[in-house]
């Protein structure tokens, strides 16, 4: 079972697609179906639209990927995609580097996790993106608000687990090291934090779309660029092959920070192996 | 002086709300330099003692004292061998081992040598890279041993080190006590189901009764050192010490069923 299974928090991650060893494809094959699957997909949209459905709200794959075309071919999309970035990562770092902080505090300190345990789970309770417009006033229009609304959906997720994972550390290994005489650094460094890693990388991996949706929906608050300005826009103007182009980037990005964090993921476990 | 002196102890766990006597009124004092064996039927509160001793839990009442002062936090002064071998997993062998002298500060080359030495007498060279995973119940007891060892500890706490292990490696891992403790001179408390084990390695043994536990019978073993572990057994004096001993151990088993 997974870290994050267990906590049965926030949000769940999606079941991971099983690595089943009888499997009788291999994955190339597998790509080629995939790929396969969305071509169908494309067909079908295509010829349902305009005959099924009207056009005006479902748009079609063709006026899409034209979109999709103009706005690479005359530069325009990539100024929005370089600010959505920028806002994700940023927001991530930030709330990442407080929630694991935040997370190491409260699982080592039993008076304070004590203390500031029902305020925290209030906290949690609330929808983190109706604190956007709060931020806008706080933060001003720029990239600001949005750093912040993502920061705050990456804090919540990556506290919980790494607080988890440390509450998760086996007390008996604690007491076998404390006997040698260890000191309360060294006991986070050697025991609590290689052993709460994997929770605390489930809390990335969850956390990290949450921060490019709160990006995302920060510039549809208010903003004048970015993906989210963009959907707003071209939602606004009845564009539907505008909306489906920039969610498609979206679903682009989304699938490429999933891929960045488990690529670190891998390095850490693999340096782990051979480190400690 | 004595080193270890429990002064009626008893120590009593809530489970559920009940509560459950696990030690009563027990005294014992261990001189330094003294070997003990503890032998009782399980769940006598063997563990629970050791746990005292070293500072993990406090007696419910009665005292405690180290070298003549009261224990009330973790004793660093003890190395303690668990009965769950209680590595680190993600850590292999070699690290494992060294742990000790890394929390104390030694250079990375010098403990890693210092471990290679100790994991070559416990008899697991070879196996430096494996994970504790990897290792079988009695390589792991193995590698436990190894550590508290490596840290050359004044008092060594071991309980059923020996448990898992074949005949053959029993009585290697017996010779190495006992050569250890040779050189450094240590106190020793260890916990046993093996009688011949307790008489073999001890210069005294103690009985622990049922639960709540408490000593019923305890006896000094006069055997000379040095012991040749596998010889030791066959001599007259051995047999009238164990016969001795086995009669108490009888009763308190006996008892036991009832
Ligand atoms: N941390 C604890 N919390 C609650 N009860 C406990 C705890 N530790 C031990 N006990 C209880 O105390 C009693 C003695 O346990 P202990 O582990 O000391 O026995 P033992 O003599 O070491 O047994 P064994 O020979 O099987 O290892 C048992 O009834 C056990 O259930
Ligand atoms: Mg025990």
Known sequence: MSAAERTGDVTSVLPEPAQDERSEFGDSAMLGFQFLLAVVVLFMWQGASGRLVDDFFVSNPIDVFRRLYTWTANGSIFQHIAATIYETIAGFMIGAS?????????????????????????????????????????????LESKIALAAILTLFIVFINTYQGIKDVDEDLLDTVRLMKATRGQLLRKVILPSSVAWIFTGFKVALPNALIGAVI?????????LGYLVQLSGAQFDTAGVFAVLFVIGILAVILNQLIEMAHSRLDHWRVLNR | MSMIELAS?????????????????????????????????????????????????????????????????????????????????????????????????????????????????????????????????????????????????????????????DAQLKLAMHQLLLSIKEEYGQTVLFVTHDLVEAITLSTKVVICSRRPGTIRYSRDVDLPFPRDVLNVRFTEQFGEIYNDIWEQLRQEYKEDRL
């Open chain 2, 9 to 165: 102890i008893s120590k009593t766990f809530r489970q559920k709300g009940e509560p459950v006597e696990a030690v009563r009124n027990l005294s014992l004092s261990i001189g330094e330099g003294e070997i003990v064996a503890v032998i009782g039927p399980s769940g006598c509160g063997k563990s629970t003692l050791l746990n005292m001793i070293s500072g993990l839990y406090r007696p419910t009442t009665g005292r405690v004292e180290y070298r003549g002062e009261r224990v009330t936090a973790v004793n660093t002064s003890v190395g303690y061998m668990t009965q769950k071998d209680n590595l680190l997993p993600w850590r292999n062998v070699r690290d494992n081992v060294s742990l000790p002298l890394e929390i104390q500060g030694v250079p990375k080359a010098q403990r890693e040598r210092a471990a290679e030495e100790l994991i070559r007498r416990v008899g697991l060279d070879g196996f430096e890279e494996k994970l504790p995973s990897e290792l079988s119940g009695g390589m792991r007891k193995r590698v436990g041993l190894a550590r508290m060892l490596l840290a050359r500890p004044e008092t060594l706490l071991l309980d059923e080190p020996f448990g898992a292990l």
């Open chain 1, 98 to 142: 407080m929630g694991v902080l935040l997370g190491i505090w409260l699982g080592m300190s039993r008076f304070y996790s004590r203390l500031l345990n029902p305020f925290l789970w209030a906290l949690n309770a609330l929808p983190k993106v109706a604190l956007a417009p709060l931020f806008v006033l706080w933060f001003g229009l720029g």
């Open chain 1, 218 to 226: 920060g510039e549809m608050i208010a903003s004048s660029y970015g």
